[in-house]
């Protein structure tokens, strides 16, 4: 019986049993009626039903169908109440954002994808969706499983010779929401013209077009398990240039910094084509932008560093930059082992290629740092890159830094 369920006590404030979720009995903040005319909140009865529960939690009746209709009544009951108890330190909950039907989402895509449609209505259609998108996983899901992805690449694709148009612009804004099917990849990959029509898009006048292309390329690679047809795509001169320059001259963006990053990286893995990124100067950009990164970018960016210093013209790139070792050495045990063992196996790659890079990184303060490091609980391999390159480094250390290494236990760790 509902009546047998205690008050809550919210911050000393007795909630009413009538506004708390039967499932979790917390209060609601999206209340929805089921079959049996019962009220759950919405994350608790999805939760239940994606269990494998068909049944009524309260009721134990058999669900007879699994829509959810929102009961706005009781949710504007319940707001009333939050406001009517903010002095206590209750805070008004959301009016939620509404889930997409399927039945919506396939009118949208049908208005969006028929060429007899106006102009107008098409583009009205994707932004709706879009917009639908962007509220949540959940309906990102519902419009994908309605063949959203095949449809929005007919329109991005759709008369390359063309122009952008506003409407090829919001199917690919909507289309990079998507991870791809590999067959998906392929078909963007296998097809010259459309590559060579994203790299266009690179250089386009519009920032959310150029970023968006950048997407588009790094999930196509990343989504291709063929490395003929990720070299086909890393092959072209103005994908790297594009990517480049998005990453050089778009830094103000948080999103077009973090989608430059992933799509650099992405192209890099491709051994034989990483030239070009020297070529486009990426290896300027990525360490004037290093400091600017979160930590799941600045790992992919070091990746990205240490992936063109295994080629000889990578390794005079960074070596020219002044601020490359400094940082490098700073990035040792500062942001996560995974970018530690980043950082190190590019001083690694440079100290091998150049003396200077050497007396760089002990005037930086390597050797504190690799000693330190050599004892931390960081991964094997950036141990193992630690101690080749203190070894690398032992003619270069001053004299007091080799007399006092033995606070570090450096003659047990690093074996000469």
């Not at 007399?403 to 570090?408: A, E």
Request: net charge neutral; charged share 20%.
């Amino acid at each position: 019986m509902p009546g047998s369920i205690e008050p809550l006590d919210l911050v000393g404030v007795q909630v009413p049993y009538h506004f708390r979720c039967p499932i979790s009995l917390e209060l609601m903040r999206d209340p929805v009626t089921v079959s049996t005319g019962q009220t759950y909140d919405r994350t608790g009865i999805e939760s239940w039903v994606a269990t494998g529960n068909t049944t009524c939690p309260v009721t134990r009746a058999p669900l007879s169908d699994f829509t959810f209709i929102p009961n706005h009544t009781l949710r504007r009951l319940i707001q009333d109440w939050c406001v009517a108890n903010q002095a206590s330190g209750i805070e008004r909950i959301p009016t939620p954002k509404q889930p997409a039907e399927p039945t919506m989402v396939r009118s949208l895509l049908n208005q969006a994808s028929s060429v007899s449609n106006p102009f107008q209505s098409r583009l009205s259609a994707l932004l709706r969706l879009k917009g639908l998108a962007r509220d949540s996983d959940k309906n990102r899901s519902v419009i994908s499983s309605h063949n959203a992805r095949e449809i929005l690449i007919s329109i991005v694709f759709s008369d390359m010779g063309s122009s952008s148009s506003e409407l090829k612009q919001e199917a690919l804004a909507l289309l990079v929401m998507f991870q791809l099917t590999e067959s998906e990849c392929a078909s963007i990959a296998s097809d010259s013209n459309k590559v060579i029509y994203l790299s266009q898009l690179l250089f386009h006048s519009s920032i959310e077009v150029r970023v968006n292309s950048a997407s588009l390329i790094e999930i196509v690679l990343a989504g291709t398990r063929s490395s003929d047809l990720r070299a086909q795509i890393s092959n072209v001169d103005a994908i790297f240039e594009g990517v480049a320059d998005v990453l050089k001259n778009l830094n103000s963006y948080p999103r077009a910094l973090k989608i430059s990053i992933r799509a650099l990286f992405a192209l890099c893995l491709v051994k034989q084509t990483r030239h070009k990124a020297v070529q486009a100067e990426a290896a300027e950009a990525l360490i004037d932008r290093l400091a600017d990164l979160d930590k799941c970018d600045a790992e992919r960016a070091l990746a990205t560093i240490e992936l063109i210093c295994r080629i000889p013209s990578g390794c005079s790139a960074f070596a020219a930059h002044a601020l490359t070792v400094p940082l490098l050495v700073k990035t040792i045990l500062k942001i996560s082992d995974r970018a530690t063992e980043y950082a190190a196996g590019a001083l690694m790659a440079l100290c091998l290629e150049s003396e200077q890079s050497q007396r760089d990184a002990v005037s930086a303060g390597v050797l504190t740092q690799l000693l330190l490091l050599v004892q931390s609980d960081c991964t094997e391999r950036a141990k193992r890159k630690a101690q080749m390159l203190l070894k690398l480094l032992r003619d270069s250390w001053p004299e007091d830094s080799i007399g006092n290494s033995d606070d570090f236990a450096c003659s047990e760790v690093v074996p000469f």
